[in-house]
């Protein structure tokens, strides 16, 4: 456990210190932005399809690092040296999930808050915005990390991650954005049983695919 604790501060402070955890934030905040420039000022609009635009820049700014979360440690020889020290890939990879849900996840949430008020979102919809953020973000984080696993090591790994990871992404976002309704507490459980999904499935996935790519 003190080793994989001390692999969640390392990715931590080494996404802080390049400030690679900012640029989801700044994207995100940009998306909420620019968004009421593109459809127009109308409020009871802006209300109605705010929260939906704030899910997909949530997809998008949990896809922006991927390339930055298996690559350089595999690069550098730092997943193999867990391997001699006896840690799984499979227990790395979970701790990779867990620092990047850490670096970006809470943040998020909380640049929710500004996002809705610049969107025209009501106090009740930013509630069920921000208990979706809570449940969908740890699964968007698995994913990044799995995909991130598997493309590591190939040319143009950015834009093939993006293929990959957007397309498995696809329930989260229209359970998350189902859960902004008033009538959307079947959306956020279905929404939550696929993060847990994810979240299970992600470390093994993204382990097979590191000894894959040491073979």
Sequence with gaps: MRALALIVRRDLALSFAGGGAMMPLIFF???ATLFPFAVGPDAALLGRVGGGALW???LLAALLPVDRLIEPDARAGILDQYVVRGI???AVAGAKILAHWLGFGPPLMLAALPAAALLKLDGATVMRLEAGLALG???LAALAVATSA???GLRGAGALAGLVMLPLAVPLLIFGAGGLGVQGHGALKLLAASS???LAGAPFAAGAA????RD
């Design 150 to 152: 598997l493309t590591a």
């Design 137 to 139: 973000t740890p699964g």
């Design 56 to 58: 997909m820049a949530a």
């Design 196 to 198: 847990l999904l994810l």
């Design 88 to 90: 799984s890939d499979e």
């Design 210 to 213: 590191l000894r894959a790519g």
């Design 29 to 31: 905040l940009l998306v």
